[in-house]
């Protein structure tokens, strides 16, 4: 049975706004931020802080905000043109990581260092893995034939719950990262802090949005 969906209140519809549109803010300052830090080119090193911030914190979560319907920014492309979009940005966060993961593992050579012997280098690879086998995963959404006695309905429920695990992978990464011993010397306290809320107020975003989403469509068709 059917139930009409209450209208959400106006302050709550303002609010999801301002914080989607922040954390359009905050993944594009994040990146930058991180850019003007590393100077990618100055070393192999350089390139790793620099490519796994863009992919984790620009791409992936752009690609994620494209279904939001409180600040997309490509609100009026149809749901087909939006998934293709987000599919380009998954490609291009997918390389951004294998390209940072390709930098430190070669820096790590180059200096004698033992590799993945931290936290952050552990769950750096499993999320790159991750994000690999997330992207290879969603095949079956462009080729339904390939998923034979499945629903495209449940699909794109394991698809959106898959990509959250993922996406709060990245988040955990990122913040493994700004406590290195290169960032921490990199920055003041309070910069820190800045930092760090950037990957965190996006992971709130997202993860709002998705199970938002998930309960919306519970309540339609309940």
Same mark, same amino acid.
Do not use: D
């Given at each position: 049975m059917a139930h009409n969906r209450e209208p959400e209140p106006r302050i709550y519809r303002h609010a999801r706004t301002a914080s989607v549109m922040l954390t359009h803010v905050t993944s594009v300052g994040?990146?930058?931020?991180?850019?003007?830090?590393?100077?990618?080119? !100055?070393? =192999?090193?350089? =390139? @790793?802080? +620099?490519?796994? !911030?863009?992919?984790?914190? +620009?791409?992936? !979560?752009?690609?994620?905000?494209?279904?939001?319907? @409180?600040?997309?920014?490509?609100?009026? +492309?149809?749901?087909?043109?939006?998934?293709?979009?987000?599919?380009?940005?998954?490609?291009?966060?997918?390389?951004?990581?294998?390209?940072? &993961?390709?930098?430190?593992?070669?820096?790590?050579? &180059?200096? $004698?260092?033992? @590799?993945?012997?931290?936290? @952050? $280098?552990?769950?750096?690879?499993? !999320?790159?893995?991750?994000?690999? &086998?997330?992207?290879?995963?969603?095949?079956? &959404?462009?080729?339904?034939?390939?998923?034979?006695? =499945?629903s495209l309905a449940k699909l794109k429920r394991y698809h959106a719950v898959s990509g959250l695990i993922t996406y709060l992978l990245g988040s955990v990464s990122l913040l493994l990262g700004l406590c290195s011993a290169w960032f921490t010397a990199a920055v003041g306290e309070y910069a820190w802090y800045l930092s760090a809320l950037c990957p965190a107020l996006s992971a709130l975003v997202i993860m709002n949005q998705v199970t938002s989403a998930y309960m919306a469509r519970k309540r339609l068709q309940s």
């Open positions: 994040f990146a930058a931020f991180m850019a003007f830090l590393a100077r990618p080119g !100055t070393s =192999w090193f350089s =390139w @790793h802080p +620099f490519f796994m !911030t863009l992919a984790f914190a +620009f791409f992936m !979560t752009e690609a994620v905000l494209l279904f939001s319907p @409180h600040g997309s920014p490509v609100k009026k +492309f149809s749901h087909k043109m939006k998934g293709r979009v987000h599919r380009i940005l998954q490609c291009l966060c997918v390389s951004c990581a294998v390209l940072g &993961l390709a930098a430190i593992s070669y820096n790590k050579r &180059l200096n $004698g260092k033992s @590799h993945f012997s931290s936290w @952050h $280098g552990l769950l750096g690879l499993l !999320t790159v893995c991750v994000v690999g &086998l997330q992207c290879l995963a969603a095949m079956p &959404l462009i080729y339904h034939s390939l998923a034979k006695g =499945w």
